[in-house]
């Protein structure tokens, strides 16, 4: 992994020359959260992160608002990067295995054509990046935003109010902790998921309840499983890193 400094801003302006400034701090933070070069718990001061990537403070105020947002970060007052705990995740895994199969169900029954054509062009893309892309090194955040973007649809599909309003207040939280998953996956992880959606996508083709909900509970169950595999709990504090945003 290249070291981040001012070259960090450039590299990924690089990669991708119509990313805002925030958005481009916002990529390089959360790289170094799930990492863990930004420690679990960790102080993150604006000044330095300006200073080391050669920014004013503004967007990296900016995307450090979008982290807390999404749970990646939390204020006690000043920043800290929210703590990483197996147990959090257990209980947020078992609440999305109660939702998204039971969504994925009603979403089987209700689905239009033109809602499977949406999630078929993600599933689509997410192959693309998992399976055909040589350097998943700097595309495993778009792999993240990608699967966001599929799951919450079907909850959505599943056209129950209440249910999406209760997997709001998870999802967040929820793909925090499966974006730690996409760093740095053991061999065959990504062709995995890259086809798994797709799977998925066919079998609500097929507007079969009973199957959807099974296709969706294995899915998870495989992402709850690598979870244990990667991040036992006995071994939680050896990802408690010191990074170079996160001084003591």
């Excluded at 996508?201 to 009973?210: E, F, P, V």
Aim: charged letters at 25%.
């Amino acid at each position: 992994m290249n070291k981040v400094d001012k070259q960090s801003v450039e590299r990924m302006r690089k990669r991708n020359p119509f990313l805002s400034l925030s958005d481009i701090v916002y990529d390089i933070l959360l790289q170094e959260i799930v990492s863990f070069r930004m420690a679990p718990g960790s102080r993150v001061n604006e000044s330095t992160i300006a200073e080391l990537l050669g920014v004013s403070r503004s967007p990296v105020k900016n995307a450090l608002t979008r982290l807390m947002h999404n749970s990646y970060v939390v204020r006690q007052p000043g920043y800290r990067v929210a703590a990483f705990s197996e147990k959090e995740y257990t209980d947020i895994a078992e609440l999305s295995e109660l939702i998204e199969p039971y969504a994925a169900g009603r979403a089987a029954v209700a689905i239009k054509d033109t809602d499977l054509d949406v999630l078929y062009d993600i599933a689509g893309q997410l192959q693309h990046i998992c399976v055909k892309s040589g350097n998943l090194q700097y595309r495993y955040i778009d792999v993240v935003d990608l699967e966001y973007q599929f799951h919450s649809r079907i909850v959505h599909l599943a056209d129950h109010p209440l249910l999406e309003e209760f997997y709001e207040h998870i999802k967040y939280k929820l793909y925090r902790y499966r974006s730690y998953l996409n760093y740095d996956p053991p061999s065959g992880y990504f062709e995995v998921v890259g086809t798994e959606h797709l799977t998925i996508c066919d079998i609500l083709k097929m507007r079969d309840q009973g199957m959807a909900e099974a296709i969706m509970r294995r899915h998870l169950a495989l992402a709850r499983a690598e979870f244990k595999r990667k991040f036992p709990a006995e071994n939680n504090q050896e990802f408690n890193k010191k990074g170079p945003f996160s001084p003591t």
